[in-house]
């Protein structure tokens, strides 16, 4: 796993050991990137469901402004800091050692207002859809936002769930990734 593009490109990311956390693989990672690219310039992102950091810091390194980094793990917590101090983005990031929920409400406590929501959860446990109404009614995303939301293939997730529309899903072999912005108002 290594940051593909952007000033931290190259840098090899630290990855535990074990199957507690998934890291996004560097394909899916990179055909993401090429489809959000033009939202990332100067751009306040959260990570959800961190676990490396992997999405945060490619964030990062192609221009993002502030990342916010959630994972409940305390180790996760310290391979994100780690992974931070090694591509040096360490000054533009937030890490904070909550699960997701309660970072949404800790988020919107400080009025972040993301312009990108990265969001990773465990597979077939149900967070998907959770998330996203957490997010929905703490208004944690921007006008002009996006959700990038990575899930099991065989996950269903609804086209319009609470405020957000999906306009675009990508399958990968076992994963999908689904693409979320606010409805279009009447």
Known sequence: MRVIAGKARGHKLISP?????????????????????????????????????????????RGASKAYFIDKSPKSIRIIKDNLEKTRLNLLAEVINQD??????????????????????????????????????????????????EHDKTTLLGNEIDKFTRYRRNDYGNTSVSFYCYKEED
């Open 17 to 61: 050991e074990g199957m507690d956390v998934r890291p996004t693989s560097d394909r899916v990672k990179e055909s993401m990137f090429n489809i959000i690219q033009v939202k990332l310039m100067d751009s306040i992102v959260v990570d959800f469901f961190s676990g490396t950091g992997n999405l945060g810091i490619e964030a990062l390194s």
């Open 100 to 149: 997701s929920e309660a970072a949404v409400i800790t988020l919107a406590a400080k009025r972040v207002q993301a312009d990108v929501i990265f969001m990773d959860p465990p597979y077939l446990k149900g967070f998907e859809e959770l998330m996203l109404y957490r997010i929905a009614e703490h208004e944690l995303l921007s006008k002009d936002g996006i959700i990038v939301l």
